[in-house]
Nanobody, 121 residues
């Protein structure tokens, strides 16, 4: 069964750090590049960071470059987003998904519930 479970979000003061976790199951995790996305209220979902299937290549949105780090553990199938230097504009619900976005459940593209990160002004 396909499953993406994001966790680790919360309320963090500006400048603080947080680590998000994406627990995965139901697909060959090690074979997929993985991506973190985020979505703020009233905004479209946006790309945050991607890590290649081999774990050696990463890419980040300009807004988080140098502050966020995407890592994976292919032995245990978790995906992490290490977040540092948090600022209010990072406030959003964060989601993980294979970069190919080819997970389908009941005829629809599958997304987890996300985890909320809130950084007050």
């Amino acid at each position: 069964q396909v499953q993406l479970v994001e966790s680790g979000g919360g309320l963090v003061q500006p400048g603080g750090s947080l680590r998000l976790t994406c627990a995965t199951s139901g697909f060959s995790f090690s074979a997929y590049a993985m991506t973190w996305y985020r979505q703020a209220p009233g905004k479209e979902r946006e790309w945050v960071a991607t890590v290649a299937s081999a774990g050696g290549t990463t890419a980040y949105a300009d807004s988080v470059q140098g502050r966020f780090f995407i890592v994976r553990d292919d032995a245990k199938n978790p995906l992490y987003l290490q977040m540092t230097g948090l600022v209010p504009e990072y406030t959003a619900a964060y989601y993980c998904n294979p970069s190919s976005r080819t997970l389908y459940v009941n005829g629809r593209s599958y997304w987890g519930q996300g985890t909320q990160v809130t950084v007050p002004s």
